[in-house]
């Protein structure tokens, strides 16, 4: 499990700014993804990635973007965070795009 | 795309109960069927899985059925714990373009009462 990392964490920030939601992964997975965790909702699927410099939407993108320049980080950014993005954002890794391995989360609020 | 529906929402049994979640799926192109546990807090875990070409897989006292016909899939708990108190989510993944995602149901909350 120490294979994935998110940072931050924790993080509070207010309407319209942009935030940026950090995932490391140390197995060299070929493919990354995005996910949000609300109540009611399960986990949806934001945005993913097969290898470096290809990625995708997933089923809610709008208000996302992600970049993947190195195979080991898949950085998401909300460009104008609004409420109802306040959620527990989930980054996951996949060697074979199967199994995933998902990482500790971020708690995110927006005020 | 794809659409999972899972059953029940919630589920509460005695310490010793068996207890059977249920998944539906949409996409017949559907060929990994994955189930996870995540307790409070947590992230979710990889407890089983299935492939399309197996009907049936067990781990000790959690097991998984597949009928690929109705389009169904379901998750067994034997010998019910407390530390089995957690949500478990369904998932399924058409193979597309050599790599796939991964639809998830809503969940299940599992209480195992002591």
Request: glycine residues 8%; proline residues 4%.
């Amino acid at each position: 499990d120490a294979g994935i990392t998110q940072s931050p964490r924790y993080k509070i920030t207010e309407t319209g700014r942009q935030v940026t939601l950090m995932c490391h992964q140390t197995w060299s997975h070929s493919y990354m993804f995005w996910y949000r965790q609300d109540l009611g909702h399960g986990l949806r699927l934001i945005y993913y990635s097969a290898a470096a410099d290809i990625t995708d939407k997933g089923e809610v993108p709008d208000g996302y973007v992600v970049s993947r320049s190195k195979t080991e980080n898949f950085p998401l950014t909300l460009e104008s965070a609004t409420r109802s993005q306040t959620s527990v954002y989930f980054c996951a890794s996949s060697k074979q795009g199967y199994e995933q391995y998902f990482g500790p989360g971020t708690r995110l609020t927006v005020t | 795309g794809e659409n999972v529906e899972q059953h029940p929402s919630t589920l509460s049994v005695q310490e010793g109960d068996s207890a059977v979640i249920k998944c539906t799926y949409s996409d017949s192109a559907s060929n990994y069927f994955p189930w996870y546990k995540q307790e409070l807090g947590k992230r979710p875990q990889l407890i089983i899985d299935i492939r399309s070409n197996v009907g049936e897989k067990k781990d000790q006292r959690i097991a998984v059925t597949l009928n690929k016909t109705a389009k169904h899939f379901s998750l067994h708990i034997t010998e019910t714990q407390p530390e089995d108190s957690a949500v478990y989510f369904c998932a399924a993944s058409p193979l597309n373009s050599g790599y796939s995602t991964l639809t998830f149901g809503k969940g299940t909350m599992l209480l195992v009462s002591p």
